[in-house]
């Protein structure tokens, strides 16, 4: 018999989709679908394929909505702009959240408008609904195992459902719930916001029935990463069991150990199933074009099915040094400050100076490494204080030029970036952030028309190795997570100084902020990992622990969503201040 897979974008997508996507303005947009349509349509596993297709084409557009893509916005940009990288003013206001403040016109009409991710839950609704409506026999023609393809279908709906709300309980907090689908928008109740901890309850219980639905593997390699697989389900529940143990109680430092556990036997059984291995560090910027074989889910955005993006954050860092036409002025950048607490090495070079050796001050060469200085012959450190030219210039001195006879005044060490670090090596050149470079162009001959062809990460083995270094810190093991940081250093070979297991713990969840800033970077995790870890206090100038206390970390809601259902109210911090 013939097999069907589940090809993520084919043209019948757009029947299934249309309705979602224009029919209606309410809040919560439900796909009308009366009962003749659905009769036709819900007859065969074309009909499912669309479905599910459209459902993943409605999560790529939730998650890339708007300036340089709402997922790093939510997930990277809103942390400082001296943490992981500046926004250049461009007059929509987008950096503004950098400083906190989320409340100017461009940035709470997009980012703080949830409709995009209700049409995604709404599709899943629908799917959830129709798919075990249908008479078997119309799909026993094309598959062997009947139950076994609707599981497929159900379980990848039931994932995104989860994936989803989980996005937008970690963005605005307390979020309407909608689990059921409604025929008619029209007639559909308006909800209220419904409590986070129930929310993400409901995430668990999609979790549970999902990874019961859904397989470890993929029928063909077409799937590898971009479909939902078991390994997906279980990566999103590791994740809300660390977010619901460090978020129940936002006055505590102290996680729930319940969730705490059940995290670390979730990781335990992800990364045991053997179905991830770490990405080989000679190839290391593969994984970040898509498919690798350490990816457990990522969003499709490949050019070489029209899916690359010409708004992907990744080319609002990029310079004409890398993409053909574009300037010498992104509209982001790695500020040193980054580099310096993630990156920074002391550099070595050789130049001369004069130093008071107790009698007379003697014209002398030196070795320097950092800002300290060495007398060449003898290594014989010598304190700055007691060199006369760098005193004023750590890490300076007079380099001989045979080119003119003479001395020129040149830094020649200091501290930059760890060139031996893997990740620094390929991700970072300079200011430019290099991580997603794939360009494609669609007018090759010309090199015009330049698309970003590298998939968007969500989970990845590193992450699920990384987090249980997080677990063991809940958990007071810190010899463990000093050991899962130093193995990350060991791999990439960091310069860094190994973590002492014998460090206290607030220094060594430190150091594993310093770990998740260098493996994570523009993944859109980090602004949520200082929040679990309550590292926000080292990293994020604008978050005050009384703002954090008061879920000041989460989004308000555009004003405009009041008007079409009067049960909505403001996100709670952000009352009186919209």
């Known amino acids: 018999m013939k097999k069907y897979s589940i090809r993520l974008y084919i043209p019948a997508v757009l029947a299934i989709m249309i309705s979602i996507t224009s029919s209606c303005k309410k809040v919560l947009e439900q796909e009308p679908r009366n009962s003749t349509y659905a009769d036709v349509y819900w007859q065969s596993v074309r009909d499912c394929e669309a479905a599910v297709a459209g459902n993943y084409s409605l999560l790529r557009a939730a998650f890339a909505y708007g300036t340089c893509m709402s997922y790093y916005m939510y997930g990277d940009a809103e942390t400082s702009s001296s943490t992981y990288f500046t926004m250049n003013y461009t007059g929509d206001g987008l950096e503004g959240i950098q400083g906190g403040d989320f409340t100017f016109k461009y940035n709470i009409e997009s980012l703080g408008d949830w409709t995009r991710f209700y049409k995604v839950i709404a599709m899943s609704n629908i799917i959830l609904t129709k ?82 639905m859904l397989n470890w593997g993929y029928e063909n390699i077409s799937e590898r990463a971009v479909t939902a697989n078991r390994g997906s389900v279980y990566a999103l529940l590791a994740h809300l069991y660390l977010w619901r143990a460090t978020t129940t109680n936002l006055s505590s430092t102290e996680p729930v150990a319940e969730d705490v556990n059940s995290a670390d036997t979730t990781l335990q059984t992800l990364i045991n199933s053997g179905g991830y291995i770490q990405q080989d560090t000679a190839k290391y910027g593969d994984q970040f074009i898509g498919r690798s074989a350490e990816s457990i889910f990522e969003i499709n955005m490949n050019e070489n099915t029209q899916e690359g993006s010409s708004s992907h954050i990744g080319l609002y860092f990029l310079t004409g040094a890398y993409v053909n036409n574009y300037g010498y002025t992104p509209r982001l950048w790695v500020p040193s400050s980054y580099t310096n607490t993630h990156y920074s090495v002391p550099l070595e070079g050789e130049g001369w100076d004069y130093w008071w050796n107790g009698t007379e001050w003697a014209w002398t060469e030196f070795k320097v490494i950092g800002v300290k200085y060495y007398l060449k012959d003898t290594n014989e450190e010598i304190p700055i204080d007691y060199i006369y030219y760098a005193y004023d210039n750590p890490g300076w001195a007079y380099v001989y030029n045979a080119d003119i006879d003479d001395f020129d005044y040149l830094q020649v060490a200091g501290f930059g970036g760890d060139a031996k670090d893997v990740r620094y090596r390929n991700n970072f050149a300079g200011t430019v952030c290099t991580k997603y470079k794939n360009i494609v162009y669609r007018n090759p001959a010309k090199q015009t028309e330049g698309y970003l062809s590298n998939n968007m990460v ?104 009041f008007n079409d259902n009067r049960f909505l109210t403001q996100t709670a911090y952000w009352r009186g201040k919209v």
């Open 131 to 212: 798919v075990p409506q249908i008479d078997d026999a119309l799909l026993a023609k094309d598959v062997d195992d009947v139950a076994a393809y609707k599981n497929k279908v159900m379980g990848q709906a039931l994932f995104l459902r989860a994936l989803t709300y989980f996005q937008l309980t970690r963005v605005f907090g307390d979020v309407p719930l909608v689990t059921e689908a409604y025929d008619d928008p029209l007639t559909a109740p308006q909800l209220p916001r419904t409590d986070r901890l129930v929310v993400m309850k409901q995430i668990e219980d999609d979790c549970h029935q999902a990874m019961l």
């Open 458 to 561: 969500i989970f990845r083995l590193s992450d699920m190795k990384l987090l249980q270094a997080e677990v063991a810190i809940y958990k007071n093991n810190l010899q463990t997570a000093a050991d899962i940081i130093n193995a990350f250093r060991d791999r990439n070979n960091s310069s860094s100084d190994r973590v002492s297991a014998t460090d206290t713990k607030y220094n060594i969840t430190y150091q594993y902020m310093i770990e998740r800033g260098r493996e994570m970077y523009l993944e859109g995790h980090l602004y949520f990992d200082l929040m679990r870890t309550r590292m926000f206090v080292e990293f994020i100038p604008w978050l005050s622990e009384s703002r954090f206390a008061a879920g000041g970390f989460f989004w308000p809601i555009n004003p405009t969503l």
